[in-house]
């Protein structure tokens, strides 16, 4: 028996754990041969392809040089090449880079520095404002700004109050700005949301338009804008950045997942210089004060300048806008089906619901359903009844049909009733 506790799995079910001993591609591979289509990119960060080369390389190059240093007032090259470079690809305004190890510390991260911003210009401003359904991770404070429910219940007495904008739905979208208008007249801090998709929420989809108009809204009022690209970074969303789909420059991003292509832990925040010249000063209470141990790590900065280099040297933008077009083919096929609801698609991501009778049997869907697609060969994780596909940008045509095939034949499956 394993002494492991695994995240977000119910040891008490009881269903096995297939063991990974290799990776290529969008494959991955037990010790006997078996392999499975990692239709998730392994929870949203694998870009391009597990093991890519390139970025493997360049991460065994630098444990031949340096594997760890100390990052409070020292430096390495690795970060100081990602940093430039990271400065080099977003909107000018964002001039600062803050380096931490997961999307959850990068949101803490942007939280503080709103906050801390806030509090050495002198001003009471503390509130956060967030979006109905969102996911920002699973610390206290990035727990705090999503959306509360069963997977947060029982630390709710430690979760801080927040507002909260509703999200916009199709046609009611007025309602989320003027919620947001409103919110913004307090005078809160900040406003963090995800851009364009809100992904652990349902992969819920909003238009351009309303992420422009809520950035628009809060520059208005001067409430930072907060943008959480940690999922629709690298890509994922068609254009580099959600954000950018928009016009949209933020006062703050968060950025990990695809930051090394997936391979390796590393995250980072960004910010415009004023949040960085609050901080400025002699006096050393205005130090901004945080840090993990392996802030930088030098081998995951490693990876992540390569991952740049291969969004520089290689036709990332093309495989993207392929998969793209692939995605939206094969949802477009299975949404013919009459259990298929609320088909939607963003860049490399498809999703849909499935109408089910009722909640007793929607509530032990998604577990019967992961089963079936494991035991098919393909790695997929439903969120509740809303299925998604959200692949490795070097998916091959055939792995991605039989992604497609496998759910099409799992809808099928469940209306024989046959799904066990
Ligand atoms: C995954 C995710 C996070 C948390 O990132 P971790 O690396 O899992 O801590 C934060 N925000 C968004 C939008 C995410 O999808």
Known sequence: MSAIWHPFTQHGLGE???KIERGDGARLYAADGQSWIDG????????HGHNNPRIMAAMRAQTERLDQVIFAGWTHEPAEDLAAELIRITPAPLSRVFFSDSGSTSVEVALKMALGYWHHLGEDRAQILVMEHSYHGDTIGAMSVGERGVFNRPYDPLLFDVGTIPFPHAGMEQMTLDALEAACAQKPAAFIVEPLILGAGG?????AWVLFEMRAICAAH????????????????????????????????????????GAIPLAVTLCIEPIFAAHHSTDRSRTFYHSSSYTAN????????????????EPVMERIQALSDAQAAHLAMTSHHVMVENPRHLGTIAAFDLAAPDTGYLSNL???????FRENGVLLRPL?????????????ADDLAHIWSTIAAAIHALEQDKLH
């Open 40 to 47: 998730i990119s392994s929870w949203w960060v694998t870009t």
């Open 384 to 396: 509740g009844n809303s299925i998604y596909v959200m692949p490795p940008y070097s998916i091959s």
């Open 16 to 18: 096995p754990t297939p």
């Open 222 to 261: 001067g409430v930072l804008f907060i943008a959480d690209e940690v999922m629709t970074g690298w890509g994922r969303t068609g254009t580099r950045f959600a954000c950018d789909q928009a016009g949209v420059i933020p006062d703050i991003m968060c950025l990990s997942k695809g930051l090394t292509g």
């Open 366 to 372: 998604a577990p019967r359903l992961i089963a079936y």
């Open 298 to 313: 030098p081998i995951a900065c490693a990876a992540a300048v390569e991952n740049l280099a291969i969004w520089r040297d």
């Open 203 to 207: 992969m819920l989809i909003y238009p």
